[in-house]
């Protein structure tokens, strides 16, 4: 058997990590196409470094462009690499656009299609990463599902007529962690590490909605710079797109702020902090599995779980003084026994199930 991987940005890499080594374990040959979306070293390649990830057999072009455009490239660029290399599967993960990229490519030339988290929903059409999910998921042959409620938002959109196959695996993103943690680590480009040694919040933003809204990002960036110096010190891990559009609207942040980090250094900071403010959808699973709670920065999350146990609570456009939410969610008494999100065995899962479906 083998399989062509897609994955072009940060969470991508993570989530492929478990899979590749599965694959690796099982005999089934692997063929990685990296499509450039996440183009800086620091977003990028030190993943492929750290994590022991197959180097990609090739390596596109197609970051620093807006969506559409992104997806046409990949589009005209993975449909030679796939007539040639002719997969049974073709995998991609979560909900960028080398996902759809990768979907459209695989279904317009009749190679089955596997998404790894699927039935996710935010349920905000608004959102470039919605259209991704419904339009993957509904090309796909095998969706693995990390929870109940991604199950239930498949079948309450009718794919349960649909021919294709639903499993739910849990999550692979436990997976990469309990793989990875053992080897977190700091490095001195994150900052001083006197930063890290009293309590302190972990800040990441990067979701379009955030950085591109100069009216959300002057909110945020007004709120944030209040707890640092009202409440508890921040420190940031700065996504590319967000350094620019700070300059390009005149914005100050005062936070301690860093470059990109790796997912080790990330899994280090994740032990040291007291609570995570994020817009990310991994760093909500992550800062639960880790046990932090924490604040998400968005209006709304695919991840209502940990909405519906305590463990995140959503920051929106409407909401003001975070400063007090932190407060309020540090006094909170979270369940952290949630099994929801799998055993940490669901890239095994992933595998198996591709072996017996080729069958």
């Known amino acids: 058997m083998k399989v062509v991987t897609i994955i072009g940005a940060r969470p991508q890499f993570i989530k492929s990590a478990p899979v590749s080594i599965a694959l690796q374990s099982l005999g089934i040959k692997e063929f990685t196409i990296h499509t450039g979306q996440h183009y800086d070293p620091e977003m990028s390649d030190v993943f492929f470094e750290e994590m022991h990830l197959p180097q990609p057999g090739v390596r596109l072009d197609c970051g620093n462009l807006d969506h559409t455009s992104m997806v046409g490239k990949m589009l005209l660029e993975l449909a030679p690499i796939l007539a040639r290399e002719q997969p049974d599967y073709v995998l991609v993960y979560g909900d960028t656009n080398s996902t759809l990229a990768g979907a459209l490519a695989a279904t317009k030339m009749r190679i089955p299609l596997v998404h790894v988290e699927a039935g996710l929903r935010s349920f905000n059409m608004d959102m470039p990463e919605e259209m991704n999910r419904i339009l993957t998921d509904r090309m796909s042959s095998l969706l693995f599902t990390p929870t109940n409620t991604a199950d239930k938002n498949l079948q309450n959109e009718g794919f349960d007529t649909f021919p294709v196959k639903i499993v739910q695996v849990g999550d692979v993103m436990l997976d ?184």
């Open 176 to 359: 990469a962690l309990h793989t990875f943690l053992p080897q977190s680590s700091y490095h001195s480009s994150m900052g001083e590490l006197n930063i890290f040694s009293a309590p302190f919040v972990l800040a990441t933003m990067h979701r379009f909605e955030n950085v591109n809204d100069k009216r959300r990002l002057s909110q945020l960036v007004e709120e944030l710079n209040n707890v640092h110096y009202s409440l508890m010190p921040v420190w940031m891990p700065m996504h590319p797109s967000t350094v620019k559009k700070l300059k390009e609207h005149g914005l100050i942040l005062k936070v301690h702020q860093g470059p990109p980090v790796s997912y080790l250094q990330m899994l280090w900071a994740l032990e040291q902090c007291a609570l995570v403010l994020t817009d990310s959808g991994g760093l909500q699973k992550e800062a639960f599995f880790m046990k932090r709670p924490c604040i998400t920065l968005r209006n709304e999350t695919e991840w209502v779980e940990l909405l519906e146990i305590g463990a995140n609570e959503l920051f929106t456009s409407n909401d003001s003084n975070l400063a007090k939410s932190i407060e309020r969610m540090k006094s909170k008494e979270i369940n952290y026994t949630f099994k929801g999100y799998g055993s940490g065995n669901a890239a095994l899962q992933i595998v198996q199930t591709l072996l017996h479906h080729s069958k």
